[in-house]
């Protein structure tokens, strides 16, 4: 059972997405009961490979109420949890093929919080055009059709 806590909007509309996988990430317990109550935003994130280990930065996790000196950062790096292959895996492509790792999603996972993070290229402006031109133009198809 999934349940899904927040989205970035931003990634599908800047990036080309080839590929998504599955990644934990490590959290405090004031941490996950502030993205428990909603307030996470992961609209500006990505992931950066360092010394052997994934980071998600830019993640905003607001400070619980009731955590008093147990909040962290609310912009801290948080580690991501994968196998050492598939960061090798990961650091190569970044490194050869210029992709990025954008998060997509963050939800619960058999109440286990998990990030989908997808590969993706950038997009030029004249791109980003013609998604929303093709957008526009199965909007006006279907309503032509709906009103048939």
Same mark, same amino acid.
């Given at each position: 059972?999934?349940?899904?806590?927040?989205?970035n @909007?931003t990634?599908?509309?800047?990036?080309?997405i080839?590929?998504?996988f599955?990644a934990? $990430?490590e959290?405090? *317990?004031t941490e $996950?009961?502030s993205?428990?109550n909603g307030?996470?935003n $992961?609209?500006?994130?990505?992931?950066?490979?360092?010394?052997?280990?994934a980071?998600i930065?830019g993640m905003?996790?607001? @400070?619980?109420? %009731?955590?008093?000196?147990?909040n962290?950062?609310?912009l801290r790096?948080?580690?991501? +949890? +994968?196998h050492?292959?598939e960061?090798?895996?990961?650091y190569?492509?970044?490194? %050869?093929?210029s992709?990025?790792?954008? @998060?997509?999603t963050?939800?619960?996972k058999n109440?286990? $919080?998990?990030v989908?993070?997808?590969i993706?290229? *950038?997009k030029?402006?004249y791109?980003?055009?013609?998604?929303?031109?093709?957008r526009d133009?199965e909007?006006?198809?279907s309503r032509?059709?709906?009103n048939?």
């Amino acid at each position: 059972m999934e349940k899904i806590i927040a989205k970035n @909007p931003t990634a599908r509309h800047n990036y080309n997405i080839t590929d998504i996988f599955e990644a934990g $990430i490590e959290l405090t *317990g004031t941490e $996950i009961k502030s993205i428990r109550n909603g307030k996470v935003n $992961i609209k500006d994130t990505y992931v950066m490979i360092k010394n052997g280990e994934a980071y998600i930065l830019g993640m905003h996790i607001s @400070p619980y109420e %009731q955590g008093n000196i147990f909040n962290k950062d609310p912009l801290r790096d948080r580690k991501l +949890l +994968l196998h050492k292959k598939e960061i090798f895996k990961f650091y190569g492509m970044i490194k %050869q093929k210029s992709v990025s790792l954008v @998060p997509l999603t963050l939800y619960f996972k058999n109440s286990k $919080i998990k990030v989908e993070v997808g590969i993706g290229k *950038g997009k030029k402006l004249y791109d980003k055009r013609e998604d929303i031109a093709k957008r526009d133009a199965e909007m006006k198809i279907s309503r032509a059709l709906k009103n048939l």
